[in-house]
T-cell receptor, first 116, second 117 residues
Framework: EAGVVQSPRYKIIEKKQPVAFWCNPISGHNTLYWYRQNLGQGPELLIRYENEEAVDDSQLPKDRFSAERLKGVDSTLKIQPAELGDSAVYLC??????????????FGSGTQLSVL | AQKVTQAQTEISVVEKEDVTLDCVYETRDTTYYLFWYKQPPSGELVFLIRRNSFDEQNEISGRYSWNFQKSTSSFNFTITASQVVDSAVYFCALSEDSGGSNYKLTFGKGTLLTVNP
């Protein structure tokens, strides 16, 4: 069974350029998450989807970040324009359950973004 | 104050040594869950264990064991007879109710474990 698939694996862009990350969750997983992981830190939630609905986007910097999950399957996270401080690893995760306190998350390998 | 504190930033051991990774958490909730995830060099975090706040029984899975103590708000992870393949960053995480239908999963900063041959 395929795990969570993310692309690209690496992305290098200049500041002020746009960038997009793509994620395909595990088949049948209703909940999808985007996390950002800064160097030497733990992942921090950006947005959580239940099917196609964004149920928690309180940590998403909405002035430059946007996300969508059309048809409740794969998802795209976009940054426009990118800033130097956006350099990080962007992780996608999925889980089977809906909004459960004990949800076990399955993570992709992430996209490492470098903004020059 | 950090919700999840992993005081050990890096640990280096020699193969076959036992090693304990510390995790201290902070919450006002009575119902919560604690997790450990492993992040190997490939990047994806891999689930290891979850524990609810009402179950303080220690758990053992092969070379891995976990010690949950509510009295000290700690959830420590021990690897017995460490192997090179155990080299990774290990994250402790706390899941608690953040209100409404939301819950919040907070990760610690992680501990980089290096097991040398």
């Amino acid at each position: 069974e395929a795990g969570v698939v993310q692309s690209p694996r690496y992305k290098i862009i200049e500041k002020k350029q746009p960038v997009a990350f793509w994620c395909n969750p595990i088949s049948g997983h209703n909940t999808l998450y985007w996390y950002r992981q800064n160097l030497g830190q733990g992942p921090e939630l950006l947005i959580r989807y239940e099917n196609e609905e964004a149920v928690d986007d309180s940590q998403l910097p909405k002035d430059r970040f946007s996300a969508e999950r059309l048809k409740g399957v794969d998802s795209t996270l976009k940054i426009q324009p990118a800033e130097l401080g956006d350099s990080a690893v962007y992780l996608c995760a999925s889980s089977l359950a809906w909004g459960q306190l004990n949800e076990k998350l399955f993570f992709g390998s992430g996209t490492q973004l470098s903004v020059l | 104050a950090q919700k999840v504190t992993q005081a050990q930033t890096e640990i280096s051991v020699v193969e076959k040594e036992d090693v304990t990774l510390d995790c201290v958490y902070e919450t006002r909730d009575t119902t919560y869950y604690l997790f450990w995830y492993k992040q190997p060099p490939s990047g994806e975090l891999v689930f290891l264990i979850r524990r609810n706040s009402f179950d303080e029984q220690n758990e053992i899975s092969g070379r891995y064991s976990w010690n949950f103590q509510k009295s000290t708000s700690s959830f420590n992870f021990t690897i017995t007879a460490s192997q090179v393949v155990d080299s990774a960053v290990y994250f402790c995480a706390l899941s608690e109710d953040s209100g409404g239908s939301n819950y919040k999963l907070t990760f610690g900063k992680g501990t980089l474990l290096t097991v040398n041959p």
